[in-house]
């Protein structure tokens, strides 16, 4: 292989030579309307990589998030996460709604803010249920939420603030401070119109109803400081609190306190001797195969009467 280089005239030809191929192989594409302009290093997305520990986070906080719904639903909402998707937060927010529920908070960590967006029909869905009513709601054109709908939206907000705090454990521990709410997509004092936001969709499933979409959006710029972080495959998904449903109902079954009783015997008296009963008097009690153990008034034992270290106490002998 040659180590010669080019000289300046040789260098000056080739630069000729390319310019003049382009002339003649580019097509004139500057009237199309698919065509618009680009600069190199514009919107480099590559830092962020794949967003794989991102999708892990929505994976697990589309977990945690149905024991939020469920208490208002009492139903368990089937919750899809779908993949990141970047775009300028005016565009973002021409996909929307005018009227939605916009809730603007901070993570202290990162020094940057997050929107959770809610469709106002949902909104409404969760208010009757919690109050006893059908999940079944008919779409209604509106412009606000009434009291008991705010304060629905609070509790919410709340529960879901949890569950993202606790799907960021594993990647980095972070804390969300509520700083506003909103309803109008185009007052909302997030990020400026042209700034890029990672858009994190969810799709809620309620049985015989529409689905419906929950979003948390993240500004780009805010993200970047953790790059390396979101682009890493390695995850420990371990942590204490991300259980699901069913866990935390057998836990809370299994905590649930019995009362035990023992019943020695049932002695039948008639009623005349039932009124000349005085004090001093003794009533036969006859055990037969042993003392009878009720759990709640509900005969589950048979045991014999005994002592353990002074105390009286029962053996259990048969399950009845």
Known sequence: MSSRKLSSEEVE?????????????????????????????????????????????NERFARLAR????????????????????????????????????????????????????????????????????????????????????RVIEIVHRGLSEALTLAWTDLMPINITHQGREVNPQFASFVDGTELVIICSFLIQLPDSEAVNLDVVYPLQTLKPIASQLRSRVQSDGGDDDVTWREKMERAILDIPLNITALLGEPALSMGQLIRLKEGDVVPVQINEGVEVRVEDNAMFVAEMGEVAGQVAVSLTKRI
């Open 13 to 57: 030809a080739l630069m000729d030579g390319l310019k003049s191929s382009a002339h003649d192989v580019l097509a004139d594409v500057s009237s199309s309307a698919d065509v618009r302009s680009f600069q190199f290093g514009q919107d480099d997305l590559s830092l962020m990589g794949d967003y794989y520990a991102l999708r892990l986070i």
């Open 67 to 150: 024991s939020v719904f469920l208490p208002m639903l009492r139903v368990q909402p089937r919750i899809t996460p779908f993949p990141p998707e970047v775009k300028s937060f005016d565009e973002y927010c021409e996909s929307i709604d005018s009227f939605m529920n916009l809730n603007i908070s901070r993570m202290e960590e990162l020094r940057g803010p997050m929107l959770l967006t809610v469709g106002p029909k949902f909104i409404s869905t969760l208010t009757a249920s919690y109050y006893g009513g059908s999940i079944f709601q008919a779409d209604q054109k509106r412009t606000e939420f009434t009291s008991t709908e705010e």
